[in-house]
C-alpha cells in the first residue's frame, strides 16, 4: 500500500499505462509539448509570457483547442504580441477592436485587458510573487479564472498542477481518485515527471484515442503484464526527482 492507502499494484498499472500513452503522444507529433511543459518555471516566467498563457486559458474556456490555435496568433497581433501590460492598457481601445474583429466574445477580450490592467498596477514582479505566496487562491481573484481555468492557467505558468478539464476528471474517475491533482501526484511520484507533464500527457492521449477512459481502466490495454518494457522511469529514485526541483523558487503546495 502506498501513503494514502492505495494498493502498489494498482498504481503500477495506472503508471505503465500513463509511459504507454506518453510513448504514443509522442510518436504522434507531440513531443514538443511535453518539452514545453517540462521546461516551464515560474522563477523564469516573464511578463509576455504570464500576459499570452492568461489569454490563451481565457480564450480556451469552453471552446476546441484546435479551433484557438489556428486564431490564436491573430489575436496575439492584436494584443501587441504580448509585449508589456503596459503597451496593451495605453491602446487598449485599438486592441480590443481588432481582437473582437477576430474573436467576437467581448466578455473575454475584455478580461484579458482587466488582467493586463492588474499587472499595470501591481508590476509584474509583485504578480509573480503573489502567484508563489498564495498559488490559486490569488489566480481566481482574476476575471475567467473559474475552479478549472485557474488550474489551467496555474500550469501554463510553471505551478505543479493538473488541471480538472473534462478528460481527466473522467480519467480520474474510473481508475478511483477524487481529483485529477491527486491522480496526477501519484504518478508524478512514482514515475519522475512533474505534475503537470502527466497532466499534458493525459489529456493529449484523450483526444488522440477516443476510448482513452477504457485504456487507463483496463490494464491489459497499456500492456501492463510485461516486464520487459524497458522503460528508464523503472530506474528512478526519489533522489532524481529532488535534483530536478528548481531550488532557487519558493516552495509553492498545491492547493486542491
Known amino acids: 500500500m502506498n501513503d494514502d492507502g492505495r494498493p502498489e499494484t494498482l498504481l503500477w498499472d495506472l503508471a505503465c499505462a500513463y509511459m504507454t500513452a506518453k510513448e504514443r503522444v509522442i510518436e504522434s507529433g507531440y513531443a514538443h509539448e511535453i ?27 469552453g471552446m476546441r483547442e484546435t479551433v484557438i490555435r489556428r486564431m490564436f496568433p491573430e489575436v496575439s497581433r492584436a494584443f ?6 503596459r503597451q496593451i492598457v495605453n491602446s487598449k481601445g485599438d486592441c480590443r477592436k481588432a481582437a473582437l474583429d477576430r474573436f467576437n466574445n467581448p466578455k473575454k477580450i475584455d478580461s484579458i485587458i482587466k488582467i493586463a490592467a492588474h499587472v499595470v498596477e501591481r508590476g509584474f514582479d509583485s504578480v509573480r510573487q503573489c502567484v508563489w505566496d498564495e498559488g490559486i487562491d490569488y489566480i481566481t481573484q482574476f476575471p475567467y479564472m473559474g475552479p ?41 511520484e512514482f514515475i519522475g515527471d512533474k505534475i503537470s507533464v502527466v497532466d499534458v500527457v493525459m489529456w493529449r492521449y484523450a483526444t488522440l484515442d477516443k476510448d482513452y477512459l477504457q485504456f487507463f481502466s483496463d490494464p491489459s490495454l497499456a500492456g501492463t503484464a510485461s516486464t520487459d518494457c524497458g522503460f528508464c522511469w523503472l530506474e528512478y529514485r526519489e533522489s532524481d526527482a529532488l535534483s530536478e526541483r528548481d531550488v532557487t523558487c519558493p516552495t509553492y503546495h498545491a492547493k486542491t
Open 35 to 61: 518539452d514545453w511543459q517540462e521546461n516551464l518555471s515560474l522563477c523564469c516566467l516573464t511578463e509576455r509570457e504570464f500576459l499570452r498563457e492568461a489569454a490563451w486559458v481565457i480564450l480556451s474556456s
Open 80 to 85: 501587441c504580441e504580448w509585449e508589456s501590460a
Open 148 to 188: 478549472a481555468t485557474s488550474y489551467h492557467f496555474a500550469k501554463n505558468i510553471g505551478l505543479p498542477v493538473a488541471k480538472p478539464d473534462r478528460h481527466l476528471s473522467r480519467i480520474a474517475e474510473v481508475v478511483g481518485y477524487s481529483t485529477p491533482q491527486s491522480m496526477c501526484q501519484d504518478i508524478a
